[in-house]
């Protein structure tokens, strides 16, 4: 039967606040009387040792925040005849100056729905555009569009457990070819697991060279479906809005093989995208995941409660409801959550208070606590906790030779307890980028003949992702090996 967190609290002899805490860390929010899954109970027995036969661990032998993230998609409650096709969540991804933001402007104008009249168009953080369908006839066809594009946003959000992202689009400027930060965004994107489609975009661009680009891309392993392998590939100019609605129509067939559905009649669940305030209090963008979101719904965000008092769409017209990949602004928090929270209606405003007031406190009790994330030296604890048995690392060193030289040596350590993964090597500074990726997927940053950006330096401070920095090549790949032995003792 299902354990409540008081019970496993009792059991735990731990405070029912710590382990709301702790499961909030696991992207669930639960009160005192609510049950939890298997998974998310084994996860905290296992935080407090209680899963090698009650012995106590040391607080660096703590279970990570990992996984079970994806707990709403697989809510019970959800019967497969309920759900419904709902419209992708797009990012756009790419260099800078590659030309993201003009793009994402040319195809907010593609949408039809759009008033022209005194219609002055709010940046909430997303935008929803209504389009003819391509095939289906009669049929508007939907895309939600996060627009504050890049790779860096996208890794914020994702380090707090919202993967709201169904696709992305990856922009390659034609006359520039693929630079650093392509690449950066791939990894991102590859390491949330989304799917991408490669938007080459400066085709009227006299310099352009679409097969290039191409060529470039495939050496990082990005095939072109007209070469035989399964990316989308679409030449197109922001500019000039050529090939713009060719692009819509390959992330509506993306989306069609990506069967994206969710159930709309049911209370609504979602993230935030943006929040901040506002004269009239609190405001938050919130991306509706699944149900529909309505005014007057008592909501519950992380700490914070309140009853909808508007919805407010990009164009400035109160809505009176949101459905799935829909993002609104809300009036009506009492506080300012951070982007990426989960955010969910509840019975009615009483309920969501008690709740809230619950999670302020397991904050409070909280707050002098880091989250444990995978090192070098806990790497056993925490992955003995986990299904699969991978250290993730990002590498970032001086030159592009010490770069492969590391990647290869790395690639060659025979380990039979654990694989390794690099999810991201560069040449360059430790960058908050690198951070929010190794947070996003638990991974350890490892720097060589390099050095840490100030912000990157406090990011990785908070968010519990440890940093190595080396000089000595021989030293870096020992002690990788090492850890990957279990050898390392770990760090009290
Ligand atoms: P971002 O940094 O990726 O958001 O890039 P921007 O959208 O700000 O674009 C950078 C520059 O490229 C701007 O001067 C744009 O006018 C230009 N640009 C964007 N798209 C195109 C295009 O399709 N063709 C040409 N020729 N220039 C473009």
């Given amino acids: 039967p299902p354990i409540t967190v008081r019970a496993l609290a ?18 669930v929010f639960a009160n005192v009387n609510q049950t939890m899954d298997p998974d ?23 279970v990570p925040a990992a996984p079970p993230r994806k707990k709403a998609e697989l809510d019970p409650t959800d019967r497969p005849e309920d759900l419904r096709p709902r419209p992708p969540v797009v990012t756009v991804m790419g260099h800078v100056d590659h030309g993201k933001t003009t793009l994402l402007d040319a195809i907010r104008k593609s949408n039809v729905a759009a008033k022209e009249v005194g219609g002055i168009t709010q940046h909430i953080g997303a935008y929803t555009i209504s389009f003819p369908h391509p095939e289906r006839k009669g049929e508007l066809a939907q895309i939600t569009f996060l627009d504050t594009p ?31 930060q392509t690449i950066e965004a791939l990894n991102h994107a590859r390491a949330a697991g989304v799917p991408i489609i490669v ?11 679409p ?27 922001a500019l000039t809005k050529k090939g713009v609605d060719k692009l819509l129509e390959m992330i509506l ?24 305030i506002s004269p009239g209090g609190p405001t938050v963008t919130a991306l509706v995941r699944k149900g529909t979101l309505r005014v007057g719904d008592a909501l519950l965000c992380g700490p914070y409660y309140g009853k909808v008092r508007a919805l407010i769409n990009e164009d400035g017209e109160r ?22 929270s989960e955010f969910t209606v509840v019975e009615d405003e009483r309920k969501a208070r008690e709740i809230a007031e619950q999670r302020q406190e397991a904050l409070r009790t909280r707050a002098a606590e880091t989250r444990a994330k995978v090192t070098l030296e806990n790497l056993f604890q ?76 406090e990011l990785a401070k908070r968010e519990g992702v440890q940093i190595k920095l080396y000089s000595i090549i021989y030293e870096l790949i020992d002690q990788v090996r090492e850890a990957m032995a279990g050898l390392l003792e770990p760090i009290t």
């Fill in 199 to 209: 938007a080459i975009n400066k085709m009227d661009h006299p310099a352009a060279n």
């Fill in 319 to 340: 809505l009176k409801e949101a459905g799935p990949s829909v993002a609104v602004k809300v009036l009506g928090l009492n506080g300012v959550p951070e982007p990426g």
């Fill in 211 to 237: 097969l290039k680009v191409r060529q470039q891309l495939q050496e990082q392993g990005l095939i072109p479906d007209d070469w035989g392998g399964d990316t989308i590939f679409v030449e197109l100019s």
């Fill in 150 to 180: 890049g790779h860096a946003a996208f890794s914020a959000m994702r380090a707090r457990g919202a993967n709201v992202t169904d696709i992305v689009v990856l922009v390659v400027a034609a006359d520039d070819g693929v630079m650093p």
């Fill in 382 to 457: 925490v992955l003995d906790a986990q299904q699969a048995k991978v250290l993730k690392v990002v590498v970032k060193a001086d030159t592009q030779g010490s770069v492969e030289a590391i990647v290869d040596a790395l690639k060659k350590i025979d380990s039979e307890k654990v694989k390794l993964e690099i999810i991201h090597s560069a040449v360059g500074t430790i960058t908050e980028s690198d951070i929010l990726l190794a947070s996003a997927s638990n991974a350890v940053v490892i720097g060589f003949h390099t050095r840490v950006d100030t912000g990157a330096q």
């Fill in 10 to 27: 009792e059991k735990l002899n731990q405070k029912a606040f710590k382990i709301i805490a702790d499961l909030m860390d696991l992207g």
């Fill in 40 to 62: 998310c109970a084994r996860a905290i027995c296992a935080k407090y040792g209680y899963r090698f036969e009650l012995e106590k661990r040391e607080r660096h032998a703590q």
């Fill in 253 to 276: 067939l993306q989306a069609d093989l990506l069967e994206l559905k969710a159930n709309p009649n049911r209370p609504a669940v979602g993230n935030i995208i943006e929040s901040g």
